[in-house]
């Protein structure tokens, strides 16, 4: 019921920047918790960005003050602000929500509904 659309991917320079939104259609949780992942190709997915209902936010090292998670305030619209972009961001990335009962946002088995994905590739 719960449908997350995702926009904002593609092909970015090195050093540059990429703004990657989710859309959320049906009846999200207040107090669901949203994240960002991205999956390299033939690696597992990663962890990027989370928010919980609280507002708290967490990021993974790699993208830790890079990277910014924010969101409507009813949350049927969040975003992934991405600067300065290198190599290893190359990926596919996924936007996720779920309620959670423990107050885990990382692990991706936390996040019941997901965006279909998006490229981006960073060039030198």
């Known amino acids: 019921q719960v449908r997350l659309v995702q926009s904002g991917g593609g092909p970015v320079q090195a050093g540059g920047s990429l703004r990657l939104s989710c859309q959320v259609s049906g009846n999200i949780d207040y107090r669901a918790n949203l994240g960002w992942f991205r999956q390299p190709r033939a690696k597992p997915r990663e962890a990027l960005a989370a928010l919980d209902e609280d507002g708290n936010e967490r990021y993974a090292d790699s993208v830790k003050g890079r990277f910014t998670i924010s969101a409507a305030r009813d949350k049927k619209d969040f975003y992934l602000q991405m600067t300065n972009l290198n190599f290893n961001d190359s990926a596919w990335y996924y936007c996720?929500?779920?309620?959670?009962?423990?107050?885990?946002?990382?692990?991706?088995?936390?996040?019941?509904?997901w965006g279909q994905g998006m490229e981006v590739t960073v060039s030198a």
């Open positions: 996720a929500a779920g309620v959670t009962l423990d107050g885990e946002d990382w692990p991706p088995s936390e996040y019941r509904y």
